[in-house]
């Protein structure tokens, strides 16, 4: 039995209340008519890490990921339909019972479509890779030849899909701040105060903010900064490693004047780039992105005070009031579609877990072509 199998990725639906459905179908071509016990189509995202450490000259190596979104399918009426048994609920490491029908190909080109809905709650973290860890999504096809016979992973296509999220805390709609002071001979003397209007935000969009300074010193204030800060969060193995990255900033290096009982205040902006990787937290930790923003007050002679308060960079602001200005309509639904493909055997019924352990890696996908004789 020759079959050659193709995962195709079409057009999206233009909907900006929730998630973009996924539309395509898969081909599968016969060179004689051929009977196979099941075709299923699974669509996955999964967040990983890998982190090195040493210890005493050792090294060593921890490893980490998590399934965050799952969604099966199978062949029924010539078309791929959700599978009956899938509870969209349960942990993604839960076994799933694959109810295959039996398909019957034609010689030549069959093709079956295929249509991935999203739940409106589900949140889609921006895919990327580091050298810490990635977050990729995927569609695989699956095959069962044989009644008896294994599961074969016979091709999966990566798939860049819209990055999609909400505001899950309702708090973070409101105005929110921090104060923060430095003090010397038991007695403050400075003390700063960062408010912002809200505490979630649109990629493209501005934080605005207002800084309060007040200086209670002899000394003269060198310099005043507003920074977003994104932080990547790896987690393997009861170990953890932190990249913070610098999004934006912004700067008054003329505030020298400002002596004794002064009080400053100041109100500007932190433009957030289109291109923001979303806010991104697990039960199951592996990767996550956070996000905050930071002010720093320093005095010539006598050091500085920082605080900080964390925000959320969303794609939809679901109950919160949208920000001004602020286009849903200006995020892409699909970014670009690479086609890869491979082929690997599980035992019958597979569980998520353990077939995801034969999933190729982005760096290492052998051509997209299948011949299972």
Same mark, same amino acid.
């Given at each position: /039995?020759?079959?050659?199998?193709?995962?195709?990725?079409?057009?999206?639906?233009?909907?900006?209340?929730?998630?973009?459905?996924?539309?395509?179908?898969?081909?599968? +071509?016969?060179?004689?008519?051929?009977?196979? *016990?099941?075709? #299923?189509?699974?669509?996955? #995202?999964?967040?990983?890490?890998?982190?090195?450490?040493?210890?005493?000259?050792?090294?060593?190596?921890?490893?980490?990921?998590?399934?965050?979104?799952?969604? &099966?399918?199978?062949?029924?009426?010539?078309?791929?339909?959700?599978?009956?048994?899938?509870?969209?609920?349960?942990?993604?490491?839960?076994?799933?019972?694959?109810?295959?029908?039996?398909?019957?190909?034609?010689?030549?080109?069959?093709?079956?479509?295929?249509?991935? +809905?999203?739940?409106?709650?589900?949140?889609?973290?921006?895919?990327?890779?580091?050298?810490?860890?990635?977050?990729?999504?995927?569609?695989?096809? *699956?095959?069962?030849?044989?009644?008896?016979?294994?599961?074969?992973?016979?091709?999966?296509?990566?798939?860049?899909?819209?990055? *999609?999220?909400?505001? %899950?805390?309702?708090?973070?709609?409101? %105005?929110?701040?921090? +104060?923060?002071?430095?003090?010397?001979?038991?007695?403050?003397?400075?003390? #700063?105060?960062?408010?912002?209007?809200? #505490?979630?935000?649109?990629?493209?969009?501005?934080?605005?903010?207002?800084?309060?300074?007040?200086?209670?010193?002899?000394?003269?204030?060198?310099?005043?900064?507003?920074?977003?800060?994104?932080?990547?969060?790896?987690?393997?193995?009861?170990?953890?490693?932190?990249?913070?990255?610098?999004?934006?900033?912004?700067?008054?290096?003329?505030?020298?004047?400002?002596?004794?009982?002064?009080?400053?205040?100041?109100?500007?902006?932190?433009?957030?780039? /289109?291109?923001? /990787?979303?806010?991104?937290?697990?039960?199951?930790?592996?990767?996550?992105?956070?996000?905050?923003?930071?002010?720093?007050?320093?005095?010539?002679?006598?050091?500085?005070?920082?605080?900080?308060?964390?925000?959320?960079?969303?794609?939809?602001?679901?109950?919160?009031?949208?920000?001004?200005?602020?286009?849903?309509?200006?995020?892409?639904?699909?970014?670009?579609?690479?086609?890869?493909?491979?082929?690997?055997?599980? %035992?019958?019924?597979?569980?998520?877990?353990?077939? /995801?352990?034969?999933?190729?890696?982005?760096?290492?996908?052998? &051509?997209?072509?299948?011949?299972?004789?």
């Amino acid at each position: /039995m020759a079959l050659q199998f193709k995962v195709l990725v079409g057009n999206v639906n233009q909907n900006h209340t929730r998630p973009a459905d996924l539309i395509g179908q898969v081909n599968v +071509t016969a060179k004689v008519a051929t009977t196979v *016990y099941g075709i #299923g189509l699974l669509f996955e #995202g999964k967040a990983s890490s890998t982190l090195i450490s040493k210890k005493e000259s050792l090294l060593k190596v921890r490893r980490s990921c998590n399934y965050f979104v799952l969604k &099966p399918l199978e062949i029924r009426k010539g078309r791929f339909q959700p599978v009956e048994s899938y509870n969209e609920a349960l942990p993604t490491d839960q076994v799933i019972e694959w109810t295959f029908k039996k398909v019957k190909l034609q010689p030549g080109l069959n093709s079956f479509p295929y249509c991935i +809905t999203f739940n409106p709650d589900q949140v889609l973290p921006t895919a990327f890779k580091h050298e810490l860890g990635s977050i990729q999504y995927k569609l695989a096809a *699956y095959i069962k030849k044989d009644r008896e016979g294994k599961f074969l992973r016979v091709v999966d296509t990566n798939v860049n899909v819209v990055t *999609y999220s909400h505001c %899950p805390t309702f708090h973070l709609s409101h %105005p929110v701040s921090v +104060t923060k002071s430095r003090t010397g001979s038991g007695r403050k003397f400075i003390e #700063g105060t960062l408010t912002l209007r809200s #505490g979630v935000f649109l990629p493209g969009t501005e934080i605005n903010f207002k800084l309060t300074v007040v200086n209670r010193s002899a000394g003269r204030i060198q310099v005043i900064s507003l920074n977003l800060i994104r932080n990547l969060a790896f987690h393997a193995a009861n170990f953890s490693k932190s990249e913070f990255t610098h999004i934006c900033t912004n700067e008054l290096q003329s505030s020298c004047s400002l002596l004794g009982q002064d009080t400053f205040e100041w109100e500007g902006n932190l433009a957030i780039p /289109m291109d923001s /990787m979303l806010s991104f937290q697990t039960n199951h930790k592996c990767l996550e992105v956070f996000y905050f923003v930071q002010f720093t007050v320093g005095l010539i002679g006598n050091g500085s005070v920082q605080g900080e308060i964390p925000v959320q960079v969303v794609s939809r602001l679901a109950s919160c009031s949208p920000e001004d200005g602020a286009s849903q309509s200006q995020l892409s639904d699909i970014i670009h579609v690479h086609q890869s493909s491979s082929r690997e055997s599980i %035992p019958p019924p597979p569980s998520y877990s353990e077939a /995801m352990r034969y999933s190729a890696s982005l760096e290492t996908l052998p &051509p997209a072509y299948e011949d299972l004789s």
